[in-house]
């Protein structure tokens, strides 16, 4: 509440010619010049100002305009992480995310809108979907990065061997148990590489899925020429759960925090 009551109090619209004016201070204190012949001045700037402030505080318009006001300073700091992100990926994947973000731009353009509520929606959906985007990408240049670079098949064939061998009357039970244990081992090599390549189909999903989208909401804009929020959102949590982000982990969720999707508002009855 404070927020809103700092930023109606020091509102300052622009005036052409002379940049933005902080109308209301500048008429709080031409009354209390004004006060100074008469008292009544003040008594009667005291009301209208409670009034303006109380008229301005209480309107969902003016709220949304002050949210999205503060969302551009945390936006220059997520921006600076976003590109810290960025640059660790491949150059091709680096592509990706500047094609993406020239196509988000070009729905905002294209848009247009003297709207600075609807617009402010249309570039927060934009955002999330931005960092939604370049999240999956980081995901999986981590998991190449991570992997091993042994096939499957030559796991497979070790495995024959070992079972190989624990099946043959002929190995000795000292080399079969510890056969035994190697070929669990294997086993479980191949169910986290099976399980990886099915996070990594995912994400290729996911990727091009959130690039659709962008592309339709460039078509749309072309056709509407009006603002319109891009619903979108990919749900990665339990995907992308554990210690796959390594020392990124601070700015993957700090990045999560900016960029999460605003809460939806219970509607209300009279």
Not at 63 to 81: G, P, S
Not at 102 to 117: I, R, Y
Request: charged residues 25%.
């Amino acid at each position: 509440m404070w927020r809103y009551l700092s930023a109606a109090f020091l509102a300052a619209p622009e005036v052409p010619g002379l940049g933005r004016i902080p109308v209301n201070v500048v008429a709080l204190v031409g009354i209390g010049i004004l006060g100074f012949a008469h008292p009544a001045f003040w008594l009667a700037g005291i009301g209208l100002e409670f009034a303006y402030l109380f008229s301005l505080v209480s309107s969902p318009r003016f709220r949304r305009i002050v949210d999205t006001e503060d969302l551009v300073v945390v936006a220059a700091d997520a921006e600076r992480q976003r590109a810290d992100l960025e640059a660790k990926l491949a150059t091709d994947d680096r592509s990706r995310v500047a094609n993406l973000a020239a196509k988000c731009q070009k729905v905002l353009e294209t848009q247009g809108g003297d709207d600075p509520v609807l617009v402010g929606d249309s570039v927060r959906a934009l955002d999330r979907l931005r960092w939604l985007h370049l999240k999956l990408l980081f995901a999986r240049h981590r998991l190449y990065q991570q992997a091993s670079t042994e096939h499957p098949g030559e796991i497979e064939r070790t495995l024959a061997e070992c079972d190989r061998q624990v099946a043959d009357p002929k190995t000795p039970e000292n080399v079969r148990a510890s056969q035994r244990a190697t070929a669990e081992v294997l086993r479980r090599r191949l169910e986290v590489k099976a399980r990886r390549a099915e996070i990594l189909a995912e994400i290729g999903s996911d990727l091009t899925r959130l690039e659709a989208q962008v592309d339709l909401a460039l078509d749309e804009a072309l056709i509407s020429h009006r603002p319109a929020v891009v619903a979108v959102d990919v749900n990665v949590g339990g995907v992308l759960d554990g210690d796959l982000w390594g020392g990124s982990a601070g700015t993957v969720d700090a990045l999560d925090r900016a960029y999460a999707p605003a809460p939806v508002k219970a509607a209300t009855s009279i």
